[in-house]
């Protein structure tokens, strides 16, 4: 049935969204108000801010908001640099916004969006940590699968691998691996991948972003039989 | 109680939605303000914990889910979903490895993969009713049905067992034509609400069923409806249900 779950549940694509964070040595600089970013660099910083934002936000209007200002802001960065790989992956991101605050669109937000990253993979595999493969990778195993949204565990786990295949030390990279691993029902794979990440994690600096690596990846490891 | 398990989804994302579904049905049923509140679960066993508790009144679950738990649960059905592209039938669609089955007998020693294998008297009663599957064949859930159709196709000894939007998508896949469709269901429910173990009065369950059914005809329903995917509702009329084997 385009069921109960499309009918309650494709109400709930927006599950298949992926916590983004801005791209390392990317600031947020703060622009000027009323005025537009000037660089492709402060649009797509704009843009993770955005995508940062909303993760935290819990408040669907604002999570609106930020998903209309991520967009206006991904457009102008491909208005300005149409094949830069910075402009690709933020449109990805900003359509990742616009599926979470738009359930009933979602799957085909999602398509449009592993479209732009596989596109932003072309253009620089290894932009934000192999940032398009890892996206790829988390929408296509979170995603409702075929026939009701994109969703793919095999495609999922091949881009998982080679997220880590271009920055095997990235804690995120591997925490997507081990997911993906889940999903497949490799159960040892994916706590192998969880210890790893949680390694890498630990040889970082410390910070938000390693504490939250390093409760991912407990979580993970706590869920494995 | 919302619950459709094999789906994707969660229960966070559902409630905005399911609020204003249960906002909507109130104040059609004449209830009074506040009596009614819906949740969801995605799995089988959550679906059913909740179902076990006094306070959950009515189920609104799809046809498998009612096959298989209806008896033990004492669902009574109270009115018939009629789904956004579907309608409130559907048929079943069992495909395997082109030119691999023959008959039912020959598929012993495989596995059926469903949305619906939660409900394995679903699948071998209802769905696969005019398929007799040999005792050894083994019925399991999967969400994964893209996964399980490649298996098919490669040669495993795995059959599909679709529901109607699954079905249609079918010819779409580059793998298509390594597929057969070995048999279909009858039409049957799609899903439906039912009154939980009579917590429900009878008077109750009839202004309820009344506002359902003419949900889809009231002003400011139809984003409730539409957002679930719903045209709206029809007094139920369920097959027979046969006995176990």
């Known amino acids: 049935m385009r069921p109960l779950c499309c009918a309650v549940a494709a109400l709930a694509v927006a599950a298949c969204t992926v916590p983004l964070r801005p791209a390392p040595g990317v600031q947020a600089a703060p622009p000027e108000p009323n005025s537009p970013p000037a660089s492709v660099e402060a649009l797509a910083a704009a843009v993770q801010t955005a995508a940062a934002r909303s993760d935290h936000e819990s408040r669907a209007e604002v999570r609106g908001d930020l998903a209309a200002e991520a967009s206006r802001d991904a457009e102008a960065c491909l208005a300005r640099e149409p094949q830069a790989a910075a402009c690709l992956y933020s449109r990805a991101v900003a359509l990742g916004l616009e599926a979470r605050v738009h359930p009933t669109r979602a799957a085909d937000l999602l398509k449009t969006m592993l479209d732009s990253l596989a596109r932003a993979a072309a253009a620089d595999a290894y932009y934000d940590e192999a940032g398009p493969a890892r996206v790829q990778a988390l929408v296509l195993i979170r995603a409702p699968g075929w026939p009701l949204g994109p969703g793919d565990t095999e495609a999922g786990l091949a881009a998982a691998q080679r997220a880590v295949a271009l920055r095997p030390d990235y804690p995120p990279n591997l925490l997507a691996l081990a997911e993906a691993c889940a999903k497949t029902g490799d159960e040892n794979a994916a706590r192998d991948n969880y210890t790893r990440a949680r390694d890498a994690a630990l040889r970082m600096p410390a910070g938000a972003d390693r504490e939250e690596w390093l409760n991912q990846a407990d979580q993970g490891l706590h869920r494995s039989p | ?245």
């Open chain 2, 1 to 245: 109680m919302f619950c459709a398990p094999g789906y994707p989804g969660g229960a966070g994302d559902a409630q905005p939605l399911l609020d204003q579904f249960a906002s909507v049905a109130l104040a059609g049923s004449g209830w009074p303000a506040g009596s009614l509140a819906a949740v969801y679960d995605p799995t089988e066993q959550g679906g059913l914990a909740k179902l076990s508790s006094a306070d959950a009144v009515l189920a609104f679950v799809p046809y498998p889910f009612y096959v298989e738990h209806a008896s033990e649960l004492h669902l009574a059905p109270l009115v018939q979903a009629d789904m956004t592209d579907i309608g409130v039938q559907q048929r079943w669609t069992l495909v395997a490895k082109a030119g691999r089955v023959t008959s039912p007998a020959s598929m012993a020693g495989y596995t059926v993969l469903s949305t619906a294998g939660y409900a394995p008297d679903f699948v071998r009663r209802s769905a696969l009713e005019r398929w007799a599957l040999p005792a050894d064949v083994k019925v399991e859930s999967t969400g994964q049905i893209l996964s399980a159709l490649r298996r098919a196709a490669s040669g495993e000894a795995v059959a599909v067992l679709l529901d109607q939007t699954q079905a249609a998508a079918l010819p779409t896949l580059p793998f298509a034509s390594d597929l057969q469709v070995l048999t279909q269901s009858p039409p049957l429910p799609v899903a439906l609400i039912a009154v939980v173990d009579s917590r429900v009065t009878a008077a109750r369950a009839r202004n309820l069923q009344q506002g359902l059914i003419k949900m889809a005809q009231t002003a400011g329903s139809t984003e409730a409806l539409t957002a679930l995917h719903l045209r709206g509702f029809v007094m139920p009329q369920l097959p027979p249900q046969k006995p176990a084997q």
